[in-house]
């Protein structure tokens, strides 16, 4: 049976990932989370810790990172330079850098070409801003996942509580609300819905009806291939 090449696009909080490493789970495919790898390029940045954090110094940090996305016990860790920031990457202080890296022309053109050599033998699904539109335009199956931002700020608020952080709600809409306008409105692969790619709103419905809804899909490609 041919190995799939699953891409999936869309803003922060969308459940993409959830649903991602569920469907990867399913197909036994391997899953790529592309927001983790921007991450990674942010924490390198902080971690450096210089006096202000300027493009030329961005593209400094990026030029010899080492990202490697490896799968301990069913669980995806991130490595940047051989260290593990699996769990680093999603304090408030890199959310609050990651849009401004990933609007970089230079981190984009390192981050897609890794993006690209991880998907080339297929069984994968990548999720991300720009995959359906411009990191694998040639996907097997192409999605936009969204959700209100309402219910997007709850599920971020959900993780975060969980993680022991306490953050307002109101202060995460604002955050996801400026983080969907610089990624939408950046000038290099912005997020927006591919023309080929099917629009799953998630507001109202469940993990599990998403998950199976994408392996409908996937059914369906391999009796046409
Ligand atoms: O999915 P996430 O919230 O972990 O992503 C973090 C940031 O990375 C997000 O604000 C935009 C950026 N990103 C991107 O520009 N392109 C991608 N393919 C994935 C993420």
Not at 52 to 58: A, G, K, P, Q, R
Not at 91 to 113: D, F, G, H, N
Not at 115 to 126: E, K, T, Y
Request: proline share 2%; hydrophobic share 45%; with cysteine.
């Amino acid at each position: 049976m041919k190995k799939l090449v699953i891409a999936i696009d869309g803003p922060a909080g969308a459940g993409k990932s959830t649903v991602a490493r569920l469907v990867a789970k399913k197909l036994n495919y391997t899953y790529i989370d592309t927001g983790a790898m921007y991450r990674g390029v942010a924490w390198k940045v902080l971690q450096a810790n210089p006096g202000s954090i300027t493009e030329t110094f961005i593209c400094e940090m990026v030029k010899d990172i080492i990202i490697e996305l490896n799968y301990v016990d069913g669980k995806i860790q991130v490595m940047v330079d051989e260290k593990d920031v699996t769990d680093v990457i999603r304090t408030p202080e890199v959310t609050q850098l990651v849009s401004k890296v990933a609007q970089i022309a230079k981190v984009r053109e390192k981050m897609v070409m890794l993006q690209q050599l991880m998907a080339q033998n297929g069984g994968v699904v990548m999720d991300g801003r720009d995959i359906c539109t411009y990191v694998l335009p040639h996907a097997d199956i192409k999605l936009f996942l969204t959700a209100s931002i309402e219910e997007r700020a709850m599920r971020r608020w959900r993780e975060f509580k969980d993680k022991g952080y306490n953050i307002e709600l109101e202060k995460l809409k604002e955050e996801i609300a400026a983080r969907d306008k610089a990624d939408s409105e950046r000038e290099i692969a912005p997020l927006i819905q591919a023309e080929d790619a099917k629009l799953l709103n998630t507001t109202n419905l469940s993990i599990d009806e998403a998950v199976m809804e994408i392996l409908g899909l996937c059914e369906c490609e391999q009796h046409v291939v």
